[in-house]
């Protein structure tokens, strides 16, 4: 997987500064409160939703299992459909193939439809560095372009913008990029929205080539998917001679009759709808219909080791309906780019240390950012353990880091960080047993109760920075029970 952002911090740090941001705190509680209470009530309305759940969680764990049988039958089935597939180990190679492409039809520029593996491998910039101007169609990712920022949410990626804010960046940027906005622009949504219209129609009907990601992809027929709310993604699939789709390997379902379980729980999830306003399928190409020519870049970028984790691979189930982002409580008030990823929020405390390993500051802090208070996991529609894999991780993160491989052989990298927590959890080990060391070190600590610090020094401070240390009550529960039961077991 490609760098965290560049200059990012631990995410304690990160976070922190976030905090301090009333403005993005307001603009996200807002829009995650609101798209929680309608997906809320959307789930509601279907009495086997569990059932819906259960199969969508079967159904993946059953595909990744037999990921190899079936990305080969989908290389066939698209390849038999007219379509060209290309297999890139990691983001250094496709984003060269995806240039190559590009290169190859003498066109210097590409509408995008909204993907999270091209953010992932950096595409646009690669793209950028070879003279071929990329540009965004989704309303969100359009805002955040033309700003010059980053994405802060799976669905939403400019969520920690508000109206005022969009306006401004219309006015200010989409004259550089094409079309500028209207005179008088103001910040109501309907103008807003043809103001983007008007902007993108132009490129639309002037590009030669389209990049999309996919939703799904069916083995058995080759077809590809992609769900969206405002129209852009057809334009970018059906208009352009060429189409280049890059797909993570995980996206794979067996069948259409598997399709059926996603197409009912993921616009549910993600934006409340009972279905999807657009859902486009391909299947290679057709004369006189759509693209001529398709290509499909079948991306790893560190999946297949997770896949090797047996824990950490439930992550690879994800549909990406970034439910558990508008149900946590630390995402609500540190924002989305506190993680330093493409994929914030739960599901990116889990899955980019995965995709990434945990050499960097940040990528070891993502498995922390979480109470573990197990709401993401309630809304996750394939019932995905998100406070399971995270201790997981923690504690593979604690003993060491992450093992990965450099050619034939398995290397366990040491992760940064987290020295002073392995020595307590030995320190622990060491007294829990042995009873006699124990009761000296609680009546010790009873006897200086009143000289105790508040917070904790040197590395500690990480911990009680922001806690204050429990006190130290006046007795253990062993002297308490000495005293007032003699020691004796009351039950019998």
Same mark, same amino acid.
């Given at each position: 997987?490609?760098?965290?952002?560049?200059?990012?911090?631990?995410?304690?740090?990160?976070?922190?500064?976030?905090?301090?941001?009333?403005?993005?705190?307001?603009?996200?509680?807002?829009?995650?409160?609101?798209?929680?209470?309608?997906?809320?009530k959307?789930?509601?309305?279907?009495s086997?939703?569990?059932?819906?759940?259960?199969?969508?969680?079967?159904?993946?764990?059953?595909?990744?299992?037999?990921?190899?049988?079936y990305?080969?039958?989908?290389?066939?089935?698209?390849?038999?459909a007219?379509?060209?597939?290309?297999?890139?180990a990691?983001?250094?190679?496709?984003?060269?193939?995806?240039?190559?492409?590009?290169r190859?039809t003498?066109?210097?520029?590409?509408?995008?439809?909204?993907?999270?593996?091209?953010?992932?491998?950096?595409?646009?910039?690669?793209?950028?560095?070879?003279?071929?101007?990329?540009?965004?169609?989704?309303?969100?990712?359009?805002?955040?372009?033309?700003g010059?920022?980053?994405?802060?949410?799976?669905?939403?990626p400019?969520?920690?913008?508000n109206?005022?804010?969009?306006?401004?960046?219309?006015?200010?940027?989409?004259?550089?990029?094409?079309?500028?906005?209207p005179?008088?622009?103001?910040?109501?949504?309907?103008?807003?929205?043809?103001?983007?219209?008007?902007h993108?129609?132009?490129k639309?009907?002037?590009?030669?080539v389209?990049?999309?990601?996919?939703?799904?992809?069916?083995?058995?027929?080759g077809t590809?998917?992609?769900?969206?709310?405002?129209?852009?993604?057809r334009?970018?699939?059906?208009?352009?001679?060429?189409?280049?789709?890059?797909?993570?390997?995980?996206?794979?379902?067996?069948?259409w009759?598997?399709?059926e379980?996603?197409?009912?729980?993921?616009?549910r999830?993600?934006?409340?709808?009972?279905?999807?306003?657009?859902?486009?399928?391909?299947?290679?190409?057709?004369?006189?219909?759509?693209?001529?020519?398709?290509?499909?870049?079948?991306?790893?970028?560190?999946?297949?080791? @997770?896949?090797?984790?047996e824990?950490?691979?439930?992550?690879?189930?994800?549909i990406? =309906?970034? !439910? $558990?982002?508008? &149900? %946590? /409580?630390?995402y609500?008030?540190?924002?989305?780019h506190?993680?330093?990823?493409?994929?914030?929020?739960?599901?990116?405390a889990?899955?980019s240390?995965?995709?990434?390993? @945990?050499?960097?500051?940040i990528?070891?802090?993502?498995?922390?950012a979480?109470?573990? =208070?197990? !709401? $993401?996991?309630? &809304? %996750? /529609?394939?019932?995905?353990?998100?406070?399971?894999v995270?201790v997981?991780?923690?504690e593979?993160?604690?003993q060491?880091?992450?093992?990965?491989?450099?050619?034939n052989?398995?290397?366990?990298?040491?992760?940064?960080?987290h020295a002073?927590?392995?020595?307590?959890?030995? !320190?622990?080990?060491?007294?829990?047993?042995?009873?006699?060391?124990?009761?000296?070190?609680?009546?010790?600590?009873?006897?200086?109760?009143?000289?105790h610090?508040?917070?904790l020094?040197?590395?500690?401070?990480?911990w009680?920075?922001?806690?204050?240390?429990?006190?130290?009550?006046?007795?253990?529960?062993r002297?308490?029970?000495?005293r007032?039961?003699?020691?004796?077991?009351?039950?019998?």
């Open positions: 997987m490609s760098g965290t952002f560049v200059g990012m911090p631990a995410f304690p740090e990160a976070a922190r500064e976030a905090v301090g941001n009333a403005t993005l705190r307001g603009n996200l509680r807002h829009a995650t409160h609101t798209i929680r209470a309608k997906r809320a959307a789930v509601a309305e279907v086997d939703w569990a059932e819906l759940r259960e199969a969508g969680k079967r159904i993946k764990d059953h595909t990744l299992r037999h990921l190899d049988r990305l080969v039958q989908l290389e066939e089935s698209v390849t038999a007219g379509g060209v597939v290309h297999w890139a990691d983001a250094e190679e496709a984003n060269r193939i995806v240039t190559e492409l590009v190859a003498g066109e210097s520029e590409v509408v995008k439809v909204k993907s999270m593996a091209t953010q992932e491998i950096g595409l646009n910039e690669a793209l950028e560095a070879a003279g071929i101007h990329a540009y965004e169609t989704d309303l969100a990712e359009l805002i955040v372009q033309l010059k920022d980053r994405p802060s949410h799976i669905l939403v400019a969520i920690h913008r109206r005022g804010e969009i306006r401004d960046i219309f006015v200010r940027e989409m004259g550089a990029w094409g079309r500028a906005a005179d008088g622009l103001t910040d109501t949504p309907a103008e807003l929205a043809e103001a983007a219209r008007l993108l129609r132009e639309f009907l002037r590009a030669k389209g990049v999309s990601g996919a939703n799904f992809m069916v083995a058995e027929t590809l998917v992609v769900v969206e709310s405002e129209g852009n993604g334009m970018c699939l059906t208009l352009p001679e060429t189409l280049i789709s890059v797909v993570g390997i995980e996206k794979i379902v067996p069948t009759r598997d399709l379980v996603f197409l009912q729980t993921l616009p999830s993600s934006t409340a709808e009972r279905m999807n306003p657009y859902t486009s399928m391909w299947t290679g190409t057709t004369d006189g219909d759509g693209p001529r020519t398709f290509h499909l870049v079948l991306l790893d970028n560190g999946r297949t080791d @997770t896949l090797a984790d824990v950490g691979r439930q992550a690879l189930r994800c990406r =309906c970034s !439910a $558990c982002l508008n &149900v %946590c /409580p630390v609500e008030r540190a924002g989305g506190a993680y330093g990823s493409v994929y914030p929020g739960p599901i990116g889990i899955l240390p995965q995709l990434r390993g @945990t050499e960097s500051e990528d070891a802090s993502l498995p922390y979480s109470s573990l =208070c197990g !709401a $993401c996991y309630e &809304v %996750c /529609p394939v019932a995905i353990d998100i406070p399971e995270l997981h991780l923690r593979r993160i604690a060491g880091g992450r093992a990965t491989r450099d050619g052989t398995v290397v366990l990298r040491p992760a940064k960080g002073a927590e392995r020595a307590a959890m030995r !320190a622990a080990r060491w007294a829990f047993g042995r009873p006699g060391a124990l009761r000296a070190g609680q009546r010790l600590a009873s006897g200086t109760r009143r000289f610090p508040r917070t020094p040197g590395p500690g401070r990480a009680s920075g922001t806690r204050e240390l429990p006190a130290v009550p006046a007795e253990s529960f002297e308490w029970w000495q007032t039961r003699g020691g004796k077991d009351v039950t019998k």
